[in-house]
C-alpha cells in the first residue's frame, strides 16, 4: 500500500544442518537483502525451522565471515512479530559491502539446543548492479 517497489536478492545456504527433534531434518538458511520503501533496508537471515535466540526487543550478536577474512560480530535483532526463525541484522551497508566483494558469506548465530552452527552462502553472483532500485 505503500508507494514503490520493493527489491531482494535471496540465496539459500548451500550447506545443510541437521537439528534435534522437534525441528529434525536438514534445513538451509536463507539470506535476504531487501530494500523496500516502507521498511527500509534489510539484511534478514532465517532458518526454516528451529528457534534463534533472538529478541525482537533486544540485540543479539551473529558472528560473520567473509571470504577467508577475519570472523565479526554483527548486532541482530528478533522480528517483530517474534517468530523465532528470522533476525534482521543490523548495519546494512557495512554488511552489503564487505558481501558485494565476497564471494562466500559464512553466518552463525546461537539456535536454542543447537549451539551455534555455521551457514554458507554462495554470493558470487551478486550483481549489486541489478539489484539496487533505480533512483
Do not use: W
Given at each position: 500500500?505503500?508507494?514503490?517497489?520493493?527489491?531482494?536478492?535471496?540465496?539459500?545456504s548451500?550447506?545443510?544442518?541437521?537439528f534435534?527433534?522437534?525441528?529434525?531434518?536438514?534445513q538451509?538458511?536463507?539470506?535476504?537483502?531487501?530494500t523496500?520503501?516502507?521498511?527500509?533496508?534489510?539484511?534478514i537471515?532465517?532458518?526454516?525451522?528451529?528457534?534463534?535466540?533472538c529478541?525482537s526487543?533486544?540485540?543479539?550478536?551473529?558472528?560473520?565471515?567473509?571470504?577467508?577474512?577475519?570472523?565479526s560480530?554483527?548486532s541482530?535483532?528478533?522480528?517483530?512479530?517474534n517468530?523465532t526463525e528470522?533476525?534482521?541484522?543490523r548495519?546494512?551497508?557495512?554488511f552489503?559491502?564487505?558481501?558485494?566483494?565476497?564471494k562466500r558469506?559464512?553466518?552463525?548465530?546461537?539456535?536454542?539446543?543447537?549451539?551455534?552452527p555455521?551457514?554458507e552462502?554462495?554470493?558470487?553472483?551478486?550483481?549489486?548492479?541489478?539489484?539496487k532500485?533505480?533512483k
Amino acid at each position: 500500500m505503500s508507494q514503490g517497489t520493493a527489491h531482494h536478492a535471496v540465496v539459500s545456504s548451500t550447506n545443510t544442518v541437521e537439528f534435534n527433534f522437534p525441528y529434525s531434518g536438514a534445513q538451509h538458511a536463507t539470506l535476504n537483502l531487501r530494500t523496500d520503501p516502507r521498511y527500509g533496508k534489510d539484511v534478514i537471515f532465517s532458518i526454516e525451522r528451529g528457534q534463534i535466540l533472538c529478541h525482537s526487543y533486544e540485540d543479539c550478536t551473529v558472528l560473520v565471515r567473509f571470504d577467508d577474512e577475519q570472523a565479526s560480530n554483527y548486532s541482530a535483532v528478533g522480528a517483530a512479530d517474534n517468530s523465532t526463525e528470522t533476525i534482521f541484522i543490523r548495519n546494512y551497508e557495512r554488511f552489503v559491502g564487505k558481501m558485494a566483494k565476497a564471494k562466500r558469506v559464512r553466518i552463525s548465530t546461537n539456535i536454542y539446543k543447537e549451539g551455534a552452527p555455521v551457514f554458507e552462502f554462495d554470493v558470487s553472483g551478486f550483481d549489486q548492479n541489478k539489484y539496487k532500485p533505480s533512483k
